[in-house]
């Protein structure tokens, strides 16, 4: 199983970049991927979360109307759409995955991914600074 992730980047504050998650090894399906970061001196937190059977999506309240997460299932890819970028958006990006059953037990069905994701992409750096 392997997750990599691309797309980063230094962006002005307002502007837009596309993340990209590749997976392989594994398909998407009856999975749970997931988008979290990591600004320096702060915790992980999570982004946005997609389950690929129903499409439903989470989004933590600080993108809602900013980030859309998708996915390509015949690529076997997950995107994070980032529109308005801001300076706090600034954080290396990872996205991570799992099996759909063991992430709705231990978060909830569509309260988001934070808990339990078991497989992890290496991050890739967004920068927002004019």
């Known amino acids: 199983v392997q997750l990599q992730a691309s797309g980063g980047g230094l962006v002005q504050p307002g502007g837009s970049l596309r993340l990209s998650c590749a997976a392989s090894?594994?398909?998407?399906?009856?999975?749970?991927i997931g988008w979290f970061r990591q600004a320096p001196g702060k915790e992980r937190e999570g982004v946005s979360c997609i389950t690929i059977n129903d499409g439903l999506t989470y989004y933590t309240d600080s993108v809602k109307g900013r980030f859309t997460i998708s996915t390509d299932n015949a690529k076997n890819t997950v995107y994070l759409q980032m529109n308005n970028l801001k300076p706090e958006d600034t954080a290396v990006y990872y996205c991570?995955?799992?099996?759909?059953?063991?992430?709705?037990?231990?978060?909830?069905?569509?309260?988001?991914?934070?808990?339990?994701?078991?497989?992890w992409g290496q991050g890739t750096l967004v920068t927002v600074s004019s």
């Open positions: 090894g594994f398909r998407l399906g009856n999975h749970v």
């Open positions: 991570a995955a799992d099996l759909m059953f063991k992430i709705v037990a231990l978060n909830g069905y569509g309260q988001g991914c934070s808990n339990g994701m078991g497989y």
